[in-house]
């Protein structure tokens, strides 16, 4: 009998441990089409399945779900609005939603994850499709930039850098805000990704004072060098036996006494430990995406590399994300 009560109580425990994810699947649906601007006037379910030609039933469902939630409210006539708004993922036509992180979660993260069992069976990794998830990452690294903004602008003025590398630069998000504020500094962006390096260059195109690369940054030979280099939101995607060489190649982009700034989530740091870990375990799980570095080997590269780390400051404590700056010696 106690035996069976620690088993109910256990699966009692699960069940109510995964309430959060049936609101982050909720808000995820309801932006991927776009249901909560459908829903923004009070309009029955049949209409809106009708009018965005969607499976009634399902629709029917979500919204139910929604109501519990108090995501949706219903009235008397069965008509259907999106209430609470603040708190739900704005439009999908907009490049500041929260969406883009549930959109990212649920279709790059969590099906790597569930994955776990199968590849420590079969001792293989997974491979990250860069063409496939490029646009989505890319997105959600623009959300991070919004945060990280203020930091970076108070760096190229403190600094007082007028020649600005941002390698791997999305969207253009760093560099655009970046030459808006500083119409006299001269930026360049580095982007690997054709298709996402197009969408920055067309960001850019009336920005005298910023140029767009499309190029793998192994390859690229600056004819310049630099005040500030930023390399934000990349270290994932280098092989930590080849990190010490990145940051060396950077010390000699660099004017003497010039600054590299890095924007990554760091393991096992003060704030955000449950999510760096998380995205530690997806990032293991692909042949080409590395671990997220600890403090300490930031520290051991900064040294290898004749850097010296000058300041260690969280940006996004939930998730353990931090800027970093290092001294060119």
């Known amino acids: 009998m106690i ?11 699960w069940m109510k441990s995964n309430e959060p994810f049936l609101s982050s699947w909720h808000a995820y649906v309801g932006y991927e089409l776009d249901l909560f601007e459908e829903f923004k006037k009070p309009v029955t379910v049949q209409q809106v399945a009708v009018g965005r030609d969607l499976e009634q039933e399902l629709l029917s469902q979500w919204v139910d779900v929604g109501v519990v939630l108090k995501h949706l409210k219903k009235d008397s006539k069965e008509r259907v ?9 704005m439009s999908k036509g907009s490049d500041v939603s929260s969406g883009v992180l549930l959109k990212e979660m649920m279709e790059l993260h969590i099906p790597s994850l ?54 791997g630069c999305g969207e253009a998000g760093y560099v655009m805000r970046l030459g808006e504020k500083f119409p006299k500094k001269n930026f360049t962006g580095i982007e690997i990704h054709e298709e996402v390096a197009k969408h920055a260059m067309e960001r850019v195109r009336d920005h005298s004072n910023i140029s767009i690369v499309n190029q793998d940054l192994y ?24 990190r010490t060489t990145l940051f060396s190649q950077i010390h000699e982009w660099l004017q003497e006494d ?8 760091i393991q096992r740091s003060k704030y955000g430990k449950q999510f760096s870990s998380a995205f530690n375990s997806f990032f293991t ?40 700056t290092f001294r060119k010696n």
């Open 81 to 89: 609005k999106t209430i609470r708004k603040w708190k739900l993922p």
């Open 3 to 13: 035996t069976d009560y620690v088993r109910l109580w256990k699966a009692r425990t």
């Open 285 to 324: 799980s692909f042949d080409n995406l590395y671990p997220i570095p600890s403090e300490q080997e930031l520290e051991d590269i900064a040294k290898a590399s004749n850097f010296t780390l000058e300041d260690s400051k969280p940006i996004v404590k939930e998730g353990g994300w931090y800027i970093v």
């Open 258 to 265: 010039g600054v590299l700034s890095v924007i990554t989530p």
């Open 219 to 242: 390859s690229f030979h600056p004819e310049k060098q630099y005040d500030l280099i930023m390399a934000n939101n990349i270290l994932h995607y280098i092989d930590p036996t080849t």
């Open 114 to 167: 569930i994955k776990y069992p199968e590849l420590m069976k079969t001792k293989k990794r997974q491979h990250f499709d860069a063409d496939h998830h490029g646009e989505t990452v890319a997105k959600t690294s623009s959300l991070l930039e919004k945060m990280a903004f203020p930091e970076v602008e108070k760096l190229v003025r403190k600094e007082e850098a007028e020649q600005v590398l941002d390698i």
